[in-house]
């Protein structure tokens, strides 16, 4: 068993530096955190992509809708979804993407940190 404090785990660099939890072949969490007035444009990533609002709040838009999203929020995207996420006043997310890597997803290069499990 792993298991996280996602509230104690350090990420200074806000949303330049996530720290990846766990990576499997099926799955990848990753926790982002946002300081007040940080954003993540519009993007989209080939693997289903689940987000949890850890704390704090933030602005989902997605397929023309726009919603608040506060602490205990779990919200979905499908494949390829287009989206975005803001938050004025800062937040942590845990990203969970599944399947990992999705088909087409570029692996190469520097990416966000590994993080070590708090317990086993």
Not at 36 to 52: D, F, M
């Amino acid at each position: 068993m792993q298991h996280w404090d996602l509230t104690a785990i350090e990420t200074p660099d806000g949303r330049r530096d996530p720290a990846v939890l766990h990576t499997s072949d099926g799955a990848r969490a990753v926790l982002i955190s946002l300081h007040p007035g940080e954003a993540l444009g519009e993007h989209e990533v080939t693997e289903r992509a689940w987000l949890w609002v850890v704390e704090g709040s933030i602005e989902i838009e997605a397929g023309g809708e726009r919603t608040e999203a506060g602490a205990g929020t779990l919200a979905t995207f499908a494949p390829a979804e287009r989206h975005a996420i803001r938050s004025a006043g800062g937040a942590r997310v845990l990203l969970l993407l599944a399947p990992w890597p999705g088909v087409g997803h570029y692996r190469g290069g520097d990416g966000p940190r590994e993080s070590a499990a708090s317990g086993v």
